[in-house]
Structure formats: C-alpha cells, structure tokens
C-alpha cells in the first residue's frame, strides 16, 4: 500500500491547482560559527543559542506548514546547514518536502532557497555581485506534469545602508540578462523580496534614486509600459521580458505585506511573463494571488509578530517581519474575466467629487492641487481657491507648502467625520502658487478649509469671536493657553472631529496679545 501511494503522488498533486509561494523567514541561522554570521546571531551573544535556534526552526517550520504551499521560495536563511535542519524539522512535523535547492553565496550571510512537492529537475546559482551584500538568485526547474516550470528565487538588496537603487537594478540586470536568452514560450515565475515596491518608479525616495528615476522592479524587469503598470489585458498579449505584477489584483488597503515603522509596503513579489496567461501547459489561476495572514502573524495590537529582540537578546518569541504572498497555477488554461480586459488609467477627479465617495475601487487623479497648509505629517490641499479642500493624513511625503502638484490619490478614508487622503504618490511638481486665494474667511464654514489672521478669546476649549463660539483644538496640547487668553490665530485647519473645529498645529501659528 504504501508503494502504491507513493506512485498516485503525482497524480494526485496535479488533480487541482497548485500553490507557489514566497516568505522572508527573518533570519534563520544555525548555532555555529562560521565568521558571515550577523552579529546578534553569533552564538553566545545576544543570548543565540541552541535553544534559540531550535525556537525559531520550530516557527518557522509552523508557518511554513500553515501555508501549505506546494512549491515555496525562502528568504534570508543562513545555509545549507540549517536549511537541511528545517527540511527535517518539517518532515518530522508532518508537512515535509520531497525536494529542495538553495543558493550558495560564498561570504553571504543568508541565502535564498525553495522547497517544493514537484521534482526540481536542475538548480543554479546566477550571481549578481561579488560583494558580500548582495545576494545571488536561485533559478530551479521543476518538473508538472512532464512540463518544466523556472522558479526564479529572489533577495534584492535592501533600502538600508547605502541601499541605491543601483543594487537592485544590478539584480534585476541579471534576472533580465537570463530571460532574454530562454526560449520565448518558456514558462517561468520571479518570486522573492526585491526590496521594492510594485510602483517603485511613483514612490522610490530620492536618496535612493542614484539611476535618475530608473527601477530594477518596474523598468529593467519591465512591469512598466509607458507611464503605467502593465495591466493583465496587457501582458496576455505581452512581449518576452515583459511582467505582470500580481500585487495589481488587491484593493490598495490590502497591498502590503511588510510594515516598517508604520508604512506598508510591498517587498514580497509574485511575477509573471504572458507564458503563464497564455492558455498553454501552465497558466496562472486568475485573481488567485493573497497574502497570507494567519492570525499567529500578528500581535494582539494588530502587528506584524515578528521575531523579537528585547534589550538586545533575543525572546525567543513571533515569526518574521513579513507575511507570505502566494498564487495558484494550473494546467488549465487561464481564463480572464471581461473586467480584467478593461484598461483603467487613473481618472482626472476634482476634490468635490471624492466628498460624494467612501472609498475608491481604483486611484484616481488630482491635477494642480496645491498645498495650502503643510505641518509635520499633515497638510491641506486645494486645486481652486473656491472650490473645496481635503485633509491629507500622514502621506505628505515630500510636498511642499505652496507648490502646485499633480497627485494620484489610492486611498481615501472618512475619520468621525474628517475626509482624508490617507494614501498618495507624487506625479509631477508643477512649480510656486499665491497662497492668500485659497485662504478663507471664517463665514466659508466648511471642512479642510485654511483660515488667517483671527482674533479671538480662548476659553475652555472654544475661541470667542465677535460673539461667536468656535470649538477650537491644539495639536500639540502643551501649547493650549489658559483661559482667557487673547488670541491672533495667524493659520488654522477648518478640521471635523465629531463636529466642526479649528485646528491649531504648531507654535508659530498664534500669538498670545494677552492674559
């Protein structure tokens, strides 16, 4: 019976669709030295031990098994050595893997690697740099059902540490050089963290851009086709070396699967050439791409667990600092909906128009807004002096009080009653604007308007003007006046917090006349 199992494997491995995967592990070392170890994972420091080891193999192999992918690529593991225990640990736990390769970077600290139920038929290393950062990339061929399958495992250089974009573009160059000399109908998938965004080429920051607004992820790699993202209409009809990014099937609130310091992004990447869309031998399972977020991943506060270090030694507790993304394939040919055959550039909007929508299913365009108001993480914008204004949350990037933009805004939100942009990318800067237009006076009693030059009485959290009352708030709390203080309030943000208030952000705002 059981060699009669072991013959329907095959067969049962192909009855439906099959998962590949990819997932940073954070750091998987051994317990030995081997001098290319990072430092907090040298043994008997920073409390790495056997012990430690054996933890994080064990939360490791948990995920892992969870995801139950049939084929998976693997981030930042430390060699051949504690790949192997892993390999064993998984196979002990009931969720193992009849095959696995992983890179061989000689002087690399990590390395990439894949385990896989299909027979991998032939691996290699295609080395990228001979510097010890920058990591090669795993190309394994596996075997479905009789067809070869190219897995291209991928570990970008990061963003840290002089991390230009000329690095990544270096891997890149290396992935593009070796496609372009296979076959043209071969099937393949690039998988892995390239430390890039999927709209690098929007939102890669200017420290890093040493090749002049060039991406590996979107120009070298081509997901890009003029100024937009190639789209799945696109690329079944797609040219050898063209990509789709799986990451455009999710709404915008969902496209993350690593949080830095409270930004989202999408490190972790799934992309496909037209082979896979093409209706022959294997094709990917249309809108099948997600992110794997079982609830051990997160901290009760809603964070990713990752693994933890607490006074500089490590706890012995959480996972990694990123989730798995994953994908289904199949020997059906792909089948795509008619939605999917529309072409949907960002459409132009006014700023009246997102006040009449409570979120948006695609981004849409702001031409010639201009910041009115810019504090901190905060800012107003308007594209008219009349017409209304929005409240910009956290995502001022680098704009700049005064100056006219084209924007594409790719989340909106309503808080208690505040409409706010809570996601954008800068399209264009379109040079200095007059700001005294598009202050208004106080009677314009309307949200995320900018008003000037008001003087008034503070009282217990109100401004009395002319015999009016006017709930008024400070930012910062430490600058709210006593009461009975006379007020020049020379900016305010017209905000909403249940009702409408004027918002005080800085010092430099208003003057105390007098006590």
Known sequence: MPILFMLLIPFLLLAKPFKVATYNVENLFDDKVQGTEYD???????????????IKLNHTAEVICALDADIVGLQEIENAFVFDLLSRRLKR??????????????????????????????????????????RNILEAEVEIQGRPLTLFVNHWKSKSRKGYESKRIA???????????????????????????????????????????VTGI???????????????????????????????????????????????????????????????????????FNVFKS???????GYINSWQMKGGRHAGKGYSDHLPVYAYFDVKPFSISGEDMKNKPPVPKKIDDLYQMESLDAPVDLNNAVVVLKRG???????????????????????????????????????????????????????????????????????????????????????????KKIPIYFKNRKLTPENGSKLKIHYAHLGYYKKLQLVVYSKKDFTILEN
């Not at 027979?119 to 990228?128: A, E, F, G, M, T």
């Not at 992935?175 to 965004?197: F, T, V």
């Not at 999927?198 to 040493?210: C, G, S, V």
């Open 218 to 288: 979107n120009q070298v790699l081509h997901t890009l086709r003029g100024d937009h993202l190639i789209s799945k209409a696109e690329i079944i009809r797609g040219k050898k070396g063209e990509h789709f990014n799986l990451w455009q099937e999710l709404p915008y609130k969902k496209r993350w699967s690593h949080r830095f310091y409270g930004t989202k992004s999408t490190l972790d990447h799934i992309l496909l050439p037209a082979t896979l869309f093409d209706g022959k031998h294997i094709d990917y399972v249309n809108h099948s």
């Open 295 to 301: 609830a051990m991943l997160f901290t009760p506060k």
């Open 93 to 134: 736990v009931g969720c193992g893997y009849r095959y696995a390769a992983i890179s061989h970077k000689e002087g690399s600290s990590i390395q990439v690697a894949v385990l896989s139920r299909y027979p991998i038929k032939k691996s290699r290393d295609l080395q990228v740099s001979t510097a010890p950062g920058i």
């Open 377 to 467: 993480r905060y800012a107003v914008v308007k594209q008219t002096p009349q017409g209304r204004g929005i409240f910009l949350y956290g995502t001022v990037n680098d704009l700049k009080e005064g100056r006219r933009y084209d924007l594409r805004v790719q989340e909106i939100s309503t808080y208690k009653g505040l409409k706010e942009i809570t996601a954008l990318v800068k399209l264009k800067e379109k040079g200095s604007v007059s700001l005294t237009p598009f202050y208004q006076a106080l009677g314009i009693w309307r949200q995320n308007e900018v008003v000037r030059e008001i003087v008034g009485v503070y009282k217990n959290k109100y401004l009395y003007v002319n015999g």
């Open 40 to 54: 907090e994972f040298i043994p008997g420091k920073h409390n790495w031990s056997t012990r430690m080891m054996q």
């Open 171 to 213: 891997s890149a160059r290396t992935l593009e050089k070796r496609i372009l000399a296979m076959p043209k109908d071969k099937e393949y998938i690039i998988l892995g963290d390239l430390n890039s965004n999927y709209d690098a080429y929007l939102t890669l920051k200017k420290r890093l851009d040493d090749r002049h607004g």
